[in-house]
T-cell receptor, first 111, second 114 residues
Framework: TQLLEQSPQFLSIQEGENLTVYCNSS?????LQWYRQEPGEGPVLLVT?????EVKKLKRLTFQFGDARKDSSLHITAAQPGDTGLYLC???????????FGTGTRLQVTL | DARVTQTPRHKVTEMGQEVTMRCQPI?????VFWYRQTMMQGLELLAY????????DSGMPKDRFSAEMPDATLATLKIQPSEPRDSAVYFC????????????FGSGTRLTVV
């Protein structure tokens, strides 16, 4: 069973602060995705990374895939209340296209 | 925007009753997933289909759960008989394999079994 551990589990910060969320596994993934989920809705895809060491930026969000493709991080600069939600990493191996989700990080950004 | 449609959004049922959840995937997507989300376990994969054929249902309790795709526009997840421990939010997601572009999730069915 491939496990994806996310840390921290919970994060409460003030608007303007920076934060980093980590996603770690002992398994190698062919691709890794990050999703954000808001209450009452399904997860929404933020980014897909496929190459070891890859860095992608989405406005104030920076995503990195580890060199060995076993881990990933999400960094948010100058967090805003609209960033509040549950952040989930999800990995896929080979050509199976089956996604294994991480344990999730619940972020709350207050004014 | 194309979206995955799930019905019903909420369902409250008594233990022992049959529950059917429906999903309309995005037209053209060839892969459909069923996930269950709880606070304790997070998002768990129950089953998935590619080109309507079941590929993996190892995450599903086979004695009570069944998943089907009678046609390309409909996926169903059935629980019979339902139990209180089945209370969760059930999500359907669809996408196009290979995975690079990610999957689109529906808004979920919140199931409560009393």
């Amino acid at each position: 069973t491939q496990l994806l551990e996310q840390s921290p589990q919970f994060l409460s910060i003030q608007e303007g602060e920076n934060l980093t969320v980590y996603c770690n596994s002992s398994s190698v993934f062919s691709s890794l995705q990050w999703y954000r989920q808001e209450p009452g809705e399904g997860p929404v895809l933020l980014v897909t990374v496929v190459t070891g060491g890859e860095v992608k930026k989405l406005k104030r969000l920076t995503f990195q895939f580890g060199d060995a493709r076993k881990d990933s991080s999400l960094h948010i600069t100058a967090a805003q209340p609209g960033d509040t939600g549950l952040y989930l990493c999800a990995g896929s191996t080979g050509t199976a296209s089956k996604l294994t989700f991480g344990t999730g990080t619940r972020l709350q950004v207050t004014l | 925007d194309a979206r995955v449609t799930q019905t019903p959004r909420h369902k409250v049922t008594e233990m022992g009753q049959e529950v059917t959840m429906r999903c309309q995937p995005i037209l053209g997507h060839n892969t459909v997933f069923w996930y269950r989300q709880t606070m304790m376990q997070g998002l768990e994969l129950l089953a998935y289909f590619r080109n309507r054929a079941p590929l993996d249902d190892s995450g599903m309790p086979k004695d009570r759960f069944s998943a089907e795709m009678p046609d390309a526009t409909l996926a169903t997840l059935k629980i019979q008989p339902s139990e209180p421990r089945d209370s969760a939010v059930y999500f359907c997601a669809s996408g196009f394999s290979p995975l690079v572009y990610g999957y689109t999730f529906g808004s979920g069915t919140r199931l409560t079994v009393v």
